[in-house]
């Protein structure tokens, strides 16, 4: 039987989403070490989650202390700290597949570091609370390719061991999973249809000025690496904006700022492309704080920051 219609509908816990995410993160990790044939170390894994968790615990010790806090994972039971760590499980799972360091595990370690700590050091007020505003798993690629360039990211080896129409269902599923993911919990498919947009027609615009074909400029966008890049990586939830106006200008900036690295011939353009869009609005967010008055409430200025 149906609900009434006033009925309050029950709103969805966007915890839900986050669960979902690692647990599809988790499986994907597996599979790709067990059928896919990811190249990079299964040692990757363990290094990169051993590393999120201590990093984890430890930034968010460090920081309620600071601040004279309980801490995010205390006085809530087990499944409290199951969901403080889920970020950071996201984050360190998804770089162990991302990065290729060879041997030298530190790096690894370092990137994880890197990413989980911009969550407390790149910080600006909204809501009355801190809040991060540069995308943990990006930054800590953009920083790590640009610091260490004998370290490198493997964009083919995701399915290198399936063929026929695996080929293709494999991406399909991570779409699918993609999009219900950002349509049921995180509401960021605006951000993702700013983002293809643009990507599409400044794709088309160059082919038609340097006279190559259009598939030529828009086949980077089927990789299992973009698809992943488009539905999971600029959709977070936490560090993009949620007002459809500011998705639309978030979406379409990446792929701007894309195109004008791939004009100067920048590799890694993807990373380095949300790492300066995410920093403009971080930079947008830190001004809005300082015009806003001193006897504001809170949350005006929250409601003004979400504006970006």
């Not at 990446?254 to 609005?281: D, E, G, K, N, P």
Request: a positive charge.
């Amino acid at each position: 039987m149906s609900a009434p219609i006033n009925s309050p509908r029950k709103k969805r816990d966007p915890r839900n989403g986050l669960r979902m995410s690692a647990t599809f993160a988790t499986i994907f990790t597996i599979l790709g070490h067990t059928v896919f044939g990811f190249e990079q170390p299964v040692v990757h894994v363990f290094v990169a989650v051993g590393t999120g968790y201590l990093c984890a615990l430890f930034f968010e010790l460090v920081d309620a202390r600071a601040n004279g806090i309980v801490p995010m994972f205390m006085g809530g039971g087990i499944r409290k700290a199951v969901d403080f760590l889920l970020p950071a499980h996201m984050t360190s799972i998804t770089l162990s597949f991302l990065l290729y360091f060879n041997q030298r595990l530190w790096i690894m370690a370092l990137t994880v570091a890197i990413a989980l700590g911009s969550k407390y050091v790149l910080r600006v007020r909204q809501n009355g609370r801190l809040q991060h505003f540069m995308n943990p798993s990006n930054i800590g690629i953009a920083v790590v390719l640009l610091v260490y360039q004998w370290s490198g990211f493997i964009p083919w080896n995701f399915t290198i061991n399936i063929h026929g129409v695996w080929d293709w269902l494999v991406p399909l599923i991570i779409v699918l999973l993609g999009f219900r993911l950002n349509l049921l919990f995180t509401g960021r498919l605006p951000t993702v249809a700013a983002w293809l947009g643009t990507f599409i027609l400044i794709g088309v615009a160059r082919a038609w000025v340097q006279d190559t074909p259009v598939l030529a400029q828009l086949v980077v966008l089927t990789g299992i690496p973009n698809v992943l890049f488009t539905f999971y990586m600029i959709t977070d939830p936490q560090t993009s904006p949620s007002r459809l106006r500011s998705q639309i200008f978030f979406g379409g900036g990446i792929a701007c700022v894309y195109f004008l690295l791939l004009t100067l011939h920048v590799q890694y353009m993807a990373f380095y492309s949300v790492t300066i869009v995410c920093a403009m609005r971080g930079l947008c967010l830190f001004a809005l704080t300082l015009r806003a008055p001193a006897t504001e409430p809170a949350t005006v200025r929250g409601v003004a920051a979400q504006e970006i």
